[in-house]
T-cell receptor, first 111, second 112 residues
Framework: DGGITQSPKYLFRKEGQNVTLSCEQN?????MYWYRQDPGQGLRLIYY???????QKGDIAEGYSVSREKKESFPLTVTSAQKNPTAFYLC??????????FGDGTRLSIL | GQQLNQSPQSMFIQEGEDVSMNCTSS?????WLWYKQDPGEGPVLLIA?????ELTSNGRLTAQFGITRKDSFLNISASIPSDVGIYFC????????????FGTGTRLTIIP
């Protein structure tokens, strides 16, 4: 089945650690996105990529980094510079930049 | 970054009731989308609207692209328990703009 797979489902980070969230899609979509969701808020865009080896900052990119070495993969690293990393992280992909298809998310918590 | 204003923030209804929610913006949008999110999962696309005034249905769901292009509405008729979740609107500011702006969500709860 085609879709977007995010892993792990739950992730715990110690203070000062970097952690990487995985996002893989087999939909052959060019565009991929990372969003952060906090309780009671909508989705806020962290980074997005329209094509392999290219990506742009979204509205809240500080403390995060990404790479896009393969069309299928768009990992997100939450660095120690992100002072409030506890959130639900959602990855999406799109063939037309409009109809975005989402994974089931990774919930990141700080120990 | 801009976020769209959704109302109401939450709704408590009885099974069988109809539901209405809306999304407004100070900016003009070229495309409106409505998503539903179940707990612990990612949002799923329900309806996409591409033209001002457009009215589109998906089963018991009907959405409209406001004529001013600054708002959109979602109606759910004869609600059932599986309608519970958070509904998000999203808009695309201009054609070719690769980003979506999301609303703050409407949480729907069905009272037994």
């Amino acid at each position: 089945d085609g879709g977007i797979t995010q892993s792990p489902k739950y992730l715990f980070r110690k203070e000062g650690q970097n952690v990487t969230l995985s996002c893989e899609q087999n939909l052959n979509h060019d565009a991929m996105y990372w969003y952060r969701q906090d309780p009671g808020q909508g989705l806020r865009l962290i980074y997005y990529s329209q094509i392999v080896n290219d990506f742009q900052k979204g509205d809240i990119a500080e403390g995060y980094s990404v790479s896009r070495e393969k069309k299928e993969s768009f990992p997100l690293t939450v660095t120690s510079a992100q002072k409030n990393p506890t959130a639900f992280y959602l990855c999406a992909s799109s063939i037309d930049s409009v109809s975005q298809h989402f994974g089931d998310g990774t919930r990141l918590s700080i120990l | 970054g801009q976020q769209l204003n959704q109302s109401p923030q939450s709704m408590f209804i009885q099974e069988g009731e109809d539901v209405s929610m809306n999304c407004t913006s100070s900016s003009i949008f070229n495309t409106w989308l409505w998503y539903k999110q179940d707990p612990g999962e990612g949002p799923v696309l329900l309806i996409a609207l591409y033209k001002a005034g457009e009215l589109t249905s998906n089963g018991r769901l009907t959405a409209q692209f406001g004529i001013t292009r600054k708002d959109s509405f979602l109606n759910i008729s004869a609600s059932i328990p599986s309608d519970v979740g958070i509904y998000f609107c999203a808009g695309q500011l201009s054609f070719g703009n690769e980003k979506l702006t999301f609303g703050t969500g409407t949480r729907l709860t069905i009272i037994p």
